[in-house]
């Protein structure tokens, strides 16, 4: 089990710029969750994917945000003509699934990329 | 927005008294996680409380959870300076379906 992992760590871009994100879940987990976390505050949920089909978004999630899960393994993150608001932490986790297809409650996450938008 | 409060905002103790962070939260839930995240970093989960329990345990961590207040404690006993980190109470809210909903976080130090 290694763990949940996030490309790239750190990621500082200019105000317009678009940048992507990669998360690798656990690999036998079915279920991804992308959350944003900015300094002070607790993480926000944006949008999640059980195997390739994105379930559920956040008003968060605005037009410039798009999510993909394409082979229902790796998830990437894209935004697009990044503001300054945009800079925070961009959190993934993923659970797994039971045998039943219910999904466990208890998300694992990855170290974060760490977005700044100057 | 932030369903859950915590209180306090900022906890400071020596090594080995005991540390309780609470968290009140709005709605009915499924149930009440606790993350612990070290700073700059991933949260780890730490423990799970279902809606329907009262208490529990894990190691030097009790988790208590009042449906009828809507707030959950957390206690961390005999703490150490590793212990040091912000810890959030995440629900699991019966009509969000997957999503988490996080508190703003108690940020506990524990000096040596």
């Known amino acids: 089990d290694t763990g949940v992992s996030q490309n790239p760590r750190h990621k500082i871009t200019k105000r317009g710029q678009n940048v992507t994100f990669r998360c690798d879940p656990i690999s036998e987990h079915n279920r991804l969750y992308w959350y944003r976390q900015t300094l002070g505050q607790g993480p926000e949920f944006l949008t999640y994917f059980q195997n390739e089909a994105q379930l559920e978004k956040s008003r968060l999630l605005s037009d410039r945000f798009s999510a993909e899960r394409p082979k229902g393994s790796f998830s990437t993150l894209e935004i697009q003509r990044t503001e300054q608001g945009d800079s925070a932490m961009y959190l993934c986790?993923?659970?797994?699934?039971?045998?039943?297809?219910?999904?466990?409650?208890?998300?694992?996450f990855g170290p974060g990329t760490r977005l700044t938008v100057l | 927005s932030q369903q859950g409060e915590e209180d306090p905002q900022a906890l400071s103790i020596q090594e080995g008294e005991n540390a309780t962070m609470n968290c009140s939260y709005k709605t009915s839930i499924n149930n009440l996680q606790w993350y612990r995240q070290n700073s700059g970093r991933g949260l780890v989960h730490l423990i799970l409380?279902?809606?329907?329990?009262r208490e529990k345990h894990s190691g030097r961590l009790r988790v208590t959870l009042d449906t009828s207040k809507k707030s959950s404690s957390l206690l961390i006993t005999a703490s150490r300076a590793a212990d040091t980190a912000s810890y959030f109470c995440a629900t699991l809210r019966e009509t969000s379906g997957s999503r988490l909903t996080f508190g703003e976080g108690t940020q506990l130090t524990v000096n040596p």
């Open positions: 409380i279902r809606s329907n329990e």
């Open positions: 986790a993923s659970s797994p699934m039971t045998f039943r297809g219910r999904g466990r409650d208890t998300q694992y």
